[in-house]
């Protein structure tokens, strides 16, 4: 059963905005609203260059793009549709999966996610994500974007937003200070990236200029002028064949003629430099809501404690990131299906949320007071339909 949207007609509709639009179109019109960093940068210093940055991104995306996806009405749940089959095989090139991981990866890098919808009227034949750096709002005399530019090199292409069926899907983060752009996770650990790129920086020069060797061999003889150059040689080459590589790792050491062995560590700056770069690691971790253990950073990580915090990155990050794009995409595609579908996560199949999922399927079946449409709408579940 089809349910018109919007209720189209002939008759003229009612036209709703905000009463700020146009001071939002005079303040933004005419020009590129850019983020306060530049998005290729901020990329390629956070996730390209920045393990922490980088594993934060993946595990996210990967994540969410694995969550199973169902469509629904108010009566009943597809097995089989054309919207469904849209998601399953976005395009020739990629999968659903692929299509969501490229979509939650532009939304995590940039604070934008930009989604092409090929065809013509109707269900589209094809979906595209496109790079959030190339792409640009063209607010229109009401604050509301008219268009997109997608530029590359010194070609554009402008995607017009005025027809009922929209070509781009722009999801963003919530952002304060924009009215067009979102905020990337990326923009609020920009600080922690740095210092963390910085200490790493450091680490590198450190064994490049000034590598501080395991200990020292002090000469304590009686013979002001030192060991001759006999004896440095043959000391040299004792080092080298007894004391070096993998094989001779623990070997104990003869030391005679006045020589002793002097262990050098760490010194107490270099130490806190070094818990410096896990605080701004752990700072990026949170800033993406991905806990610290599940990145390999330093801390109590028991068994327990990791169900825990992989329960959590699923409840706290993953899902809401999925609930809310699948939201869009589906509104977005119900339009032009002319249906009021949406999709959205399987919950009953994230097997991180099992536990909570039976507690919950166990609490409302026992509800006697409820009805069967009740239950299945605190599930959420669609309404059996009427035979």
């Not at 349910?3 to 905005?17: D, H, I, V, Y």
């Not at 998601?87 to 299509?99: D, G, K, Y």
């Not at 809310?324 to 097997?351: C, H, T, Y």
Request: charged share 20%; with cysteine; net charge negative.
């Amino acid at each position: 059963m089809k349910f018109p949207l919007f209720g189209r007609s002939n008759a003229a509709t009612e036209q709703k905005a905000s009463a700020t639009g146009p001071v939002i179109a005079y303040h933004g019109s005419g020009r590129v609203a850019w983020s306060p960093r530049d998005t290729v940068s901020l990329t390629r210093t956070g996730f390209s260059g920045n393990p922490v940055g980088f594993r934060a991104v993946k595990l996210i995306a990967e994540a969410a793009a694995a969550l199973p996806l169902v469509l629904q009405d108010a009566e009943r749940r597809y097995d089989q549709h054309p919207l469904l089959g849209l998601v399953t095989r976005p395009n020739a090139a990629q999968w659903r999966a692929l299509l969501f991981e490229a979509l939650y990866g532009q939304l995590l890098l940039s604070g934008n996610a930009y989604v092409e919808a090929v065809g013509g009227e109707g269900v589209p034949v094809e979906l595209h994500v496109l790079r959030s750096d190339r792409m640009s709002v063209v607010p229109g005399a009401d604050g509301w974007p008219v268009a997109y530019e997608y530029a590359v090199g010194g070609r554009k292409h402008r995607f017009a937003m005025t027809a009922d069926h929209k070509p781009i899907c722009h999801i963003k983060s919530f952002h304060p200070q924009d009215d067009h752009y979102g905020l990337s996770a990326l923009q609020a650990a920009a600080s922690a990236i740095d210092v963390h790129n910085a200490a790493s920086a450091w680490s590198k020069a450190l064994l490049d200029n000034a590598a501080r060797p395991s200990g020292a061999i002090v000469y304590n003889g009686a013979d002001p002028a030192g060991m001759t150059s006999q004896q440095y040689d043959r000391l040299v080459a004792e080092m080298e064949m007894h004391h070096q590589g993998a094989r001779n790792a623990g070997r104990p050491m003869l030391l005679e003629g006045g020589l002793d062995w002097k262990p050098m560590g760490f010194s107490p700056s270099d130490m806190e430099f070094q818990k410096t770069k896990e605080a701004a690691a752990r700072e990026i971790a949170v800033a993406f809501g991905v806990p610290p253990m599940l990145l390999g950073i330093t801390g109590d990580a028991t068994y327990a404690n990791y169900q825990e915090a992989n329960r959590a990155f699923y409840r706290l990050t993953v899902l809401p990131l999925a609930t809310r794009v699948a939201a869009a995409v589906s509104d977005w595609l119900s339009v032009m299906a002319g249906e009021a579908l949406e999709l959205k996560p399987d919950l009953d199949q994230v097997p991180a949320l099992s536990a909570e999922r039976d507690a919950q399927w166990k609490r409302v079946s026992e509800a006697a007071f409820l009805t069967d449409v009740e239950k299945r709408h605190l599930l959420g579940l669609p309404a059996v339909a009427e035979e």
